[in-house]
């Protein structure tokens, strides 16, 4: 089974600040990683797949990057609404798909 | 528009029985592999179940296989987790999940959820 490692487990950052979530894979799984957004209360929101690649709909100031083990969600400038917990998932060898344990970005 | 509408949690006893269902709408239902995810409270995301278009494969993680099933039912545009032998650590709200089209299993689109409570 690959274990996904999310780091931090906080970030704290200011509104309008650049935002940088890492993601570890405990071994290689290509391209094969997913990002998702989760807000209190409601279900997770496919943000990134394919390492970077996003969703339809998602905004620009998204991205993901990474190849192999290691990959980085940034968020350019963070606005109100981006205030959320993040995790990545992996689906090169499955199953199990698994995920990371999450990220909380919270305002500094 | 996509949605996913899931039903039939609520609370059981330890080794009882329960069936979710998944009513999809809004995109050609049987052109998809589907996935169950569950949260426990508080917790990560973790994977559950999936289910190709056809229902010919099927897949589980260890912690459910033998005691949950994952089916489906393309004339009605729904999915179906049978959940068996349920445990306190069931315990979560269950998403329905449609994996994107065309080998990437990431997971597209999400329903609201149905919370699982096994307690005696």
């Known amino acids: 089974e690959i274990v996904i490692t999310q780091s931090p487990a906080t970030l704290s950052v200011s509104p309008g600040e650049r935002a940088t979530l890492s993601c570890r894979a405990s071994q290689s799984v290509s391209s094969n990683l997913a990002w998702y957004q989760q807000k209190p209360g409601q279900a997770p929101r496919l943000l990134i797949y394919?390492?970077?690649t996003r969703a339809t709909g998602i905004p620009a100031r998204f991205s993901g990057s990474g190849s192999g083990t290691e990959f980085t969600l940034t968020i350019s400038s963070l606005q109100s609404e981006d205030f959320a917990v993040y995790y990545c998932q992996q689906y090169n060898h499955w199953p199990p798909i698994t995920f990371g344990q999450g990220t909380r970005l919270e305002i500094k | 528009e996509v949605q996913l509408v899931e039903s039939g949690g609520g609370l059981v006893q330890p080794g009882g029985s329960l069936r979710l269902s998944c009513a999809a709408s809004?995109?050609?239902?049987?052109?998809?592999?589907m996935s169950w995810v569950r949260q426990a409270p508080g917790k990560g995301l973790e994977w559950v179940a999936n289910?190709?278009?056809?229902?010919?494969?099927?897949y589980y993680v260890d912690s459910v296989k033998g005691r949950f099933t994952i089916s489906r039912d393309n004339a009605k545009n729904s999915l179906y987790l049978q959940m068996n032998s349920l445990r306190a650590a069931d315990t979560a709200v269950y998403y329905c999940?449609?994996?994107?089209?065309?080998?990437?299993?990431?997971?597209?689109?999400w329903g609201q959820g149905t919370l699982v409570t096994v307690s005696s």
């Open positions: 809004g995109f050609t239902f049987s052109s998809y592999w």
């Open positions: 394919g390492a970077s």
């Open positions: 289910i190709k278009q056809d229902g010919g494969e099927k």
């Open positions: 999940a449609r994996i994107t089209f065309g080998g990437v299993i990431a997971l597209e689109y």
